[in-house]
């Protein structure tokens, strides 16, 4: 089996799942075509887990990632990559660079956008400001206000993608930082309710963006035995969030999971773990205008 021949069959990993609206009857037709990769709360692990005997000795590292990303852009002519937060904390290259390095990492990558999770806070705003020079992607936030601050202006609440045709609107949420964030390093940041934010912003991409495809970044966590606000409460309110990518929760799913949202429609959900373990994928068909849309998923090892 060829290199090519692989990269193509990893992208079927566990089968295919509806997403809103459509069917499944028709094939599928490799007419038009997005692969969408994804990380989240890789924590400044930069370099592989230490070969210490842990169940992650030798696992992970950001040039393996880079390699993998290569690979796959190799073969698909369509790739957005996108990160769901906490990309800041957990080694000494954040101690020591406050964040320099993997925001150039990143940019290197070309990662398309990105949200932010609570430990990017942990240099402060000023800080998380500073280190934004190093970065050629958006910080995507649609419910951190962030007048007054040093952060005013620096974010977008989406972004729309134009790939091959296919209209792509991005957002990001985050979680709530109070009582989790030293209040110090958030400063005047004003926490605006994600499901609010996110229907809001799901509507808007659909209807006013015209996007065949609405994905939201968020670092609320995948799901809680509370009413906190998950991912799967997300999911559960909302009528146009057709992917939610998430992270916080540090949640390693071996596939999506599948939701129906407000009007009885699937909203897919995934979210790869923690520490750059695993790359998310998942390739959408968008074969003929009213014909089958559908993704097949595969949470890739790193």
């Not at 991912?231 to 939610?244: G, N, R």
């Amino acid at each position: 089996m060829n290199r090519r021949d692989f990269l193509g069959k990893a992208t079927v990993g566990t089968g295919l799942l509806l997403l809103p609206r459509l069917s499944a009857a028709h094939p599928v037709r490799r007419a038009r075509r997005l692969t969408i990769l994804h990380t989240n709360d890789w924590h400044s692990r930069i370099d592989p887990f230490p070969d210490d005997g842990g169940r992650n000795a030798n696992q992970g590292g950001a040039a393996r990632r880079a390699a993998l990303i290569a690979d796959i852009r190799s073969v698909e002519e369509e790739v957005l990559l996108l990160d769901s937060g906490d990309i800041f904390q957990g080694t000494p290259y954040f101690n020591y660079f406050l964040g320099e390095v993997e925001m150039k990492l990143m940019s290197e990558m070309g990662y398309d956008a990105a949200t932010i999770g609570n430990h990017d806070f942990d240099g402060g705003m000023e800080n998380l400001a500073t280190q934004l020079q190093h970065a050629n992607f958006p910080l995507l936030s649609a419910n951190y206000d962030f007048t007054g601050t040093p952060l005013a202006g620096r974010t977008e609440p989406y972004r729309v993608f134009d790939k091959g045709g296919i209209r792509v609107g991005v957002f990001g949420l985050g979680i709530e930082l109070a009582g989790l964030v030293p209040e110090q390093l958030y400063g005047a940041t004003t926490y605006q309710d994600p499901i609010h934010r996110g229907n809001e912003m799901g509507r808007y991409l659909r209807t006013a963006e015209k996007c065949d495809l609405v994905v939201c970044l968020s670092h609320l966590g995948f799901r809680y035995r509370d009413e906190k606000v998950s991912d799967v409460s997300l999911a559960t309110a909302s009528e146009h969030i057709d992917i939610i990518l998430g992270g916080h929760t540090h949640t390693f799913l071996d596939q999506p999971v599948t939701v129906a949202n407000a009007i009885g429609a699937p909203t897919i959900i995934n979210q790869v773990g923690f520490g750059g373990l695993r790359l998310g994928r998942l390739d959408v068909a968008f074969p003929k205008k009213g014909e089958t849309r559908c993704v097949a998923c595969s949470n890739l090892h790193v």
